[in-house]
């Protein structure tokens, strides 16, 4: 049984907390702006294995640290990248309240980093880079994210993001992006989206001061991964109890649930990646995210 836990509160899961000095800071990213403060904690967690089944810039200024994956014979040369030209974020004529298209500046000013995520230049949905996010089987971090966290307290919620995995394990849960809420009395709760026995999964998990509190339902989709191919998230959640609680894959909806009773908003944030993987996974992980949106009420 996987065992879940925040960092700062549990040392071997979580995601850590974004450290900025002072009052909270705009960190302006491919025409958009990302909130960080030392307010919100940046965490992940996943439902229990056994839990109910239900236009570019130059590349001189993005970080350079390219993938092995664009040599490796598992990966579609095809589809390592389509033909926007992005920057993705700067093109949206609504702006959500976070964007992240991994084209500007280097990986640290996406967030705080969990693991060691780069920007890669070889792969992405749009030009020029993506964030790519790999842990290997002999890393002690079960995790490999940037993470960004608010000071607000959303009653809903909706994100979407296009990912390609090139290698997991597919018999263990693998986070690919977590948003998180921290409320009075450390209680922990999170959405996030996961994927196990090559099923697309939407996850629901809170607990508090570091003991899962009863709130833990992965909400298994009849949609199948496809290795090396991007894409298309989205998700929408109404966090009061019995709120809507919905997955959709490439513009189908595969998850049409509710939230739990005891599930418990509080301050936000989203980690991007893989925010965390079981320990008990004996496979390498390796993931590209891109055109990250972020948007509550």
Not at 75 to 94: E, I, M, Q, R
Not at 140 to 163: E, H, K
Not at 239 to 265: M, Q
Request: glycine share 10%.
């Amino acid at each position: 049984m996987a065992v879940p836990c925040y960092s700062v509160i549990v040392t071997d899961r979580g995601a850590g907390v974004a450290i900025v000095a002072g009052a909270a800071v705009a960190i302006t990213v491919a025409g958009c702006s990302l909130l960080v403060s030392t307010d919100g904690l940046a965490s992940s967690a996943d439902a229990d294995a056994g839990a109910t089944d239900a236009g570019g810039s130059d590349a001189s200024v993005v970080d350079a640290n390219v993938s092995d994956g664009a040599t490796e014979a598992a990966v579609d040369a095809g589809d390592a990248s389509d033909s926007s030209t992005g920057p993705f974020c700067a093109s949206l004529t609504k702006k959500p309240k976070f964007c992240a298209d991994f084209d500007m500046g280097t990986v640290h000013d996406y967030g705080s980093l969990f693991g060691s995520p780069t920007l890669d230049l070889s792969v992405s949905k749009s030009a020029p880079a993506s964030l790519l996010a790999v842990v290997e089987t002999s890393d002690t971090t079960r995790g490999c994210s940037v993470q960004t966290s608010f000071t607000d307290t959303p009653s809903s919620v909706a994100f979407s993001f296009d990912v390609r995995v090139d290698e997991y394990d597919s018999t263990h849960d693998v986070e690919l992006v977590t948003v998180n809420f921290s409320s009075a009395g450390n209680v922990l709760c999170d959405v996030n989206v996961a994927v196990r026995s090559n099923m697309w999964t939407l996850g629901e998990y809170c607990e508090a001061n570091g003991t899962a509190n009863g709130v833990g339902s992965a909400h298994r989709s009849p949609a199948q991964l496809q290795l090396a191919k991007w894409t298309h998230v989205d998700v929408v959640a109404a966090l009061a109890a019995g709120g809507a609680l919905t997955l959709t894959i490439d513009g189908t909806k595969v998850v049409d649930a509710t939230t739990e009773p005891g599930f418990a908003t509080g301050k936000t944030g989203i980690v991007i990646g893989i925010p965390y993987l079981q320990t008990l996974a004996t496979k390498r992980s390796k993931v590209h995210t891109d055109n990250v949106t972020y948007d509550y009420q």
